[in-house]
């Protein structure tokens, strides 16, 4: 349909994507670039961090026409400090919602806004684009340690949902729910008020060691699933989990489901919880909840043992590290179909390949109520996949990455 570029002179990296009803297209990400390409009306048209080098950056927000042939808006967002746009999701209005993490004590905030000042060493944040691109809101979220904000996603009711990561104690100050055990780096998920100026609802989940939650999705239920990584072995699985045992070696990945009236009700929130992994290394870096009755997560795990099921694609570890696709029951939270990613042309090694290559991994997966499920990530070949009419058939580089549609059952 359209393909483009997007920067200045130096290093500039997207790192989410959304998209309006019209077919409009959101990119956020981070430049080091003082010459990225923002528009006359902007409301930070200037690059306060990015000086021209790699070393400090600035975050950006651009919003490209649905042909991909002009920019509708595109701006900064910024401090002195390093700063990156790491999540964005538009609502029916066509407001722009999105956040990350700044090390800037002098970002663009809203007068009044609920936290008004860097609370520590890094902060999250979020902010929100008009229609237009022309006015903006924003706040700080966190407190005296390294805190930053993951995913946001708007309900069809138009409540606003936000999920992020903190080593902070004091942050939030008031929790409606703390499950599990205050550790070194806990998840927290909060519903906040639109003019960002009201307290919102938080809720803690983790256990005594590192956790980090890497995607957030609703379905229409109102239902909140999130999906990240764990190196507690602790961390708050329900009873009759899937994997309820931490299995390994320094982290697993993990699935939780929230029910709708966590935020508003004194109610236990965690529906269930489970554990995702097996003996080696294994990372979640996103969940969709669009196809009613799944939630589908993808990864990258160094698992031999990772649980893949019968119909699988590839049933096993092909190298040190292979990326995963998993479909669970939204009801209970078990396996309905497991996958290994793999390259089919790869001879099982596990010693000639450095534990810390990355072979591949899936790094986006969007279901939808047709039952298309798109799934994307980077790859050193994944050649038995590739269909006959494909935009490219033929891997060119290294690593390259991947698109491909599947269809379940509705």
């Given at each position: 349909?359209?393909?483009?570029?997007?920067?200045g002179?130096?290093?500039?990296?997207?790192?989410?994507?959304?998209?309006?009803?019209?077919g409009?297209?959101?990119?956020?990400?981070?430049?080091?670039?003082?010459?990225?390409?923002?528009t006359?009306?902007?409301?930070?048209?200037?690059?306060?961090?990015?000086?021209?080098?790699?070393?400090?950056?600035?975050?950006?927000?651009?919003k490209?026409?649905?042909?991909?042939s002009?920019?509708?808006?595109?701006?900064?967002?910024?401090?002195?400090?390093?700063?990156?746009?790491?999540t964005?999701?538009?609502?029916?209005?066509?407001?722009?919602?999105?956040?990350?993490?700044?090390?800037?004590?002098?970002?663009?905030?809203?007068?009044g806004?609920?936290?008004?000042g860097?609370?520590?060493?890094?902060?999250?944040?979020?902010?929100?684009?008009?229609?237009?691109?022309?006015?903006?809101?924003?706040?700080?979220?966190?407190?005296?340690?390294?805190?930053?904000?993951?995913?946001?996603?708007?309900?069809s009711?138009?409540?606003?949902?936000?999920?992020?990561?903190?080593?902070?104690?004091?942050?939030?100050?008031?929790?409606?729910?703390?499950?599990?055990?205050?550790?070194?780096?806990?998840?927290?998920?909060?519903?906040?008020?639109?003019?960002?100026?009201?307290?919102?609802?938080?809720?803690?989940?983790?256990?005594?060691?590192?956790?980090?939650?890497?995607?957030?999705d609703?379905?229409?239920?109102?239902?909140v699933?999130?999906?990240?990584?764990?190196?507690?072995?602790?961390?708050?699985?329900?009873?009759?989990?899937?994997?309820?045992?931490?299995?390994?070696?320094?982290?697993?990945?993990?699935?939780?489901?929230?029910?709708p009236?966590?935020f508003?009700?004194?109610s236990?929130?965690v529906?269930?919880?489970?554990?995702?992994?097996?003996?080696?290394e294994?990372?979640?870096?996103?969940?969709?909840?669009?196809?009613?009755?799944?939630?589908?997560?993808?990864?990258?795990?160094?698992?031999?043992?990772?649980?893949t099921?019968?119909?699988?694609?590839r049933?096993?570890?092909?190298?040190?590290?292979?990326?995963?696709l998993?479909?669970?029951?939204?009801?209970?939270?078990?396996?309905?179909?497991?996958?290994?990613?793999?390259?089919?042309?790869?001879?099982?090694?596990?010693?000639?390949?450095?534990?810390?290559?990355i072979?591949?991994?899936?790094?986006?997966?969007?279901?939808?109520?047709?039952?298309?499920v798109?799934?994307?990530?980077?790859t050193?070949?994944?050649?038995?996949?590739?269909?006959?009419?494909?935009?490219?058939k033929?891997?060119?580089?290294?690593?390259?990455?991947f698109?491909?549609?599947?269809?379940?059952?509705?």
């Open positions: 349909m359209y393909s483009t570029l997007l920067g002179s130096f290093r500039t990296q997207p790192y989410a994507v959304a998209a309006d009803r019209f409009n297209a959101y990119v956020v990400g981070g430049t080091c670039s003082s010459d990225f390409p923002v006359i009306q902007a409301p930070q048209g200037r690059a306060v961090g990015s000086r021209g080098s790699n070393a400090t950056c600035d975050g950006f927000i651009t490209l026409n649905t042909t991909g002009k920019t509708e808006y595109s701006t900064y967002f910024g401090g002195s400090g390093s700063d990156g746009v790491s964005i999701a538009v609502d029916v209005t066509g407001r722009a919602w999105f956040g990350g993490w700044t090390s800037s004590v002098d970002l663009p905030m809203t007068s806004a609920l936290q008004q860097n609370g520590g060493v890094t902060d999250g944040f979020v902010g929100t684009l008009d229609p237009s691109g022309k006015t903006l809101m924003a706040t700080y979220l966190g407190g005296s340690g390294p805190d930053s904000v993951t995913s946001i996603k708007i309900h009711d138009g409540s606003i949902y936000v999920a992020g990561n903190m080593a902070s104690n004091e942050f939030p100050r008031n929790p409606s729910h703390v499950v599990g055990t205050q550790g070194a780096s806990d998840i927290f998920i909060a519903k906040l008020n639109p003019s960002l100026k009201t307290v919102p609802v938080f809720l803690r989940i983790g256990g005594a060691q590192n956790d980090s939650v890497s995607s957030m609703i379905d229409a239920e109102g239902n699933f999130i999906a990240g990584t764990t190196q507690s072995h602790d961390f708050p699985v329900t009873k009759g989990a899937w994997n309820p045992v931490f299995r390994g070696g320094t982290k697993d990945g993990f699935v939780l489901k929230i029910q009236n966590a508003e009700t004194k236990f929130p529906v269930w919880a489970t554990f995702v992994g097996g003996s080696g294994d990372e979640l870096f996103t969940v969709s909840a669009g196809l009613a009755g799944s939630v589908f997560a993808g990864g990258r795990s160094s698992s031999k043992d990772f649980p099921t019968k119909n699988a694609f049933p096993q570890l092909q190298r040190a590290n292979d990326g995963c998993i479909q669970i029951s939204s009801a209970d939270g078990k396996p309905q179909f497991v996958t290994f990613i793999a390259d089919a042309k790869a001879t099982t090694s596990f010693n000639l390949t450095p534990i810390n290559e072979n591949d991994q899936v790094t986006e997966v969007v279901a939808t109520r047709t039952g298309d798109f799934v994307t990530g980077w050193k070949g994944i050649d038995y996949l590739i269909s006959r009419n494909a935009y490219q033929i891997s060119k580089g290294n690593t390259e990455p698109l491909f549609r599947l269809r379940f059952s509705r």
